[in-house]
Antibody, heavy 120, light 110 residues
Framework: QLQLQESGPGLVKPSETLSLTCTVSGGSISSSSYYWDWIRQPPGKGLEWIGSIYYSGSTYYNPSLKSRVTISVDTSKNQFSLKLSSVTAADTAVYYC????????????WGQGTLVTVSS | QSALTQPPSASGSPGQSVTIFCTGTSSDVGGYKYVSWYQQHPGKAPKLMIYEVSKRPSGVPDRFSGSKSGNTASLTVSGLQAEDEADYYCNSYAGSNNLVFGGGTKLTVL
């Protein structure tokens, strides 16, 4: 059974860079059939797609966040990562990693999510 | 890209049917057959309920069904049960490997 697990600091200071890693177990991140995504959810609000990466390293970002987002992949560790720069309180959210099916675009497996708070 | 439009809330009594609509544009919902729906209980990660407009993943009850007409997709929950009370989000492919979510609908089972 595929599992995804987010990890990283739960508290980030304003103007700094948020960094999270998603570790994939029970399957290979190098499969050609999937993309690997980050999604976030501010407290009490809806879901926002942040971006995705293919195992080859090709990346795709939400236009509204593109200038601040970097997603990378480490196939040797079966992990992919998110960096969000110049954070503000508006970036406080539960961050989820998920697997996106190549043909169909559905997000079929999700991590449990990790809360990141931006505060000094 | 703008978020897809969903009603903030919906409700129904046990055993009844309820339909949640998700409106986009010809650049997302109307342009592709890649609409999916997610169920989220409080404090939990979203769960895939419908993909490619109307397909159900293994294990999802057939009480859940999806459809699309033009720029609007819909999720219908038939035979409402107490456990169906949750937030529901639609999602669509929006071209250029981008995805867009709806704002979410809180379904209450009366």
């Amino acid at each position: 059974q595929l599992q995804l697990q987010e990890s990283g600091p739960g508290l980030v200071k304003p103007s700094e860079t948020l960094s999270l890693t998603c570790t994939v177990s029970g399957g290979s991140i190098s499969s050609s059939s999937y993309y690997w995504d980050w999604i976030r959810q501010p407290p009490g609000k809806g879901l926002e797609w942040i971006g995705s990466i293919y195992y080859s390293g090709s990346t795709y970002y939400n236009p509204s966040l593109k200038s601040r987002v970097t997603i990378s992949v480490d196939t040797s560790k079966n992990q992919f990562s998110l960096k969000l720069s110049s954070v503000t309180a508006a970036d406080t959210a539960v961050y989820y990693c998920a697997r996106q099916v190549d043909y169909g675009a559905e997000l079929d497996y999700w991590g449990q999510g990790t809360l990141v708070t931006v505060s000094s | 890209q703008s978020a897809l439009t969903q009603p903030p809330s919906a409700s129904g009594s046990p055993g009844q049917s309820v339909t949640i609509f998700c409106t986009g544009t010809s650049s997302d919902v109307g342009g592709y057959k890649y609409v999916s729906w997610y169920q989220q209980h409080p404090g939990k990660a979203p769960k895939l309920m419908i993909y490619e407009v109307s397909k159900r993943p293994s294990g999802v009850p057939d009480r859940f069904s999806g459809s699309k007409s033009g720029n609007t997709a819909s999720l219908t929950v038939s035979g409402l049960q107490a456990e169906d009370e949750a937030d529901y989000y639609c999602n669509s492919y929006a071209g250029s490997n981008n995805l867009v979510f709806g704002g979410g609908t809180k379904l209450t089972v009366l």
